[in-house]
């Protein structure tokens, strides 16, 4: 069983940044896919970014330019930074990690609010 811990949400003006950090933690085995999640009220959960094993990495469109994600595999944790954020950025934030012998994992997100 796979754990995901996240951290980081909050409150933050438009324009602002905000660092999300998920932690992983009970297998021994390599997550290949680790990815943020998002999800507004009365809408559906929509991928905001994801990063492989080998260091790739794909965005949706909304957040190109203004969020990075990066994976520290010695710490099972990866981050999104996230700058400019906009009021349309509001949502709860859901880490995912995806291992190839053992499933998918969420965990439980973290809200981050951005006031215009």
């Known amino acids: 069983q796979v754990q995901l811990v996240e951290s980081g949400g909050g409150l933050v003006q438009a324009g602002g940044s905000l660092r999300l950090s998920c932690a992983a933690s009970?297998?021994?085995?390599?997550?290949?896919?680790m990815a943020w999640y998002r999800q507004a009220p009365g809408k559906q959960r929509d991928l905001v970014a994801q990063?492989?094993?080998?260091?790739?990495?794909d965005y949706a469109d909304s957040v190109k330019g203004r969020f990075t994600i990066s994976r520290e595999d010695a710490k099972n944790t990866v981050y999104l930074q996230m700058n400019n954020l906009k009021p349309e950025d509001t949502a709860v934030y859901f880490c995912?990690?995806?291992?190839?012998?053992?499933?998918?994992?969420w965990g439980q997100g973290t809200q981050v609010t951005v006031s215009s």
């Open positions: 995912y990690a995806w291992l190839l012998t053992r499933g998918n994992y």
């Open positions: 009970g297998s021994s085995f390599s997550i290949n896919v």
């Open positions: 990063i492989t094993s080998g260091g790739r990495t």
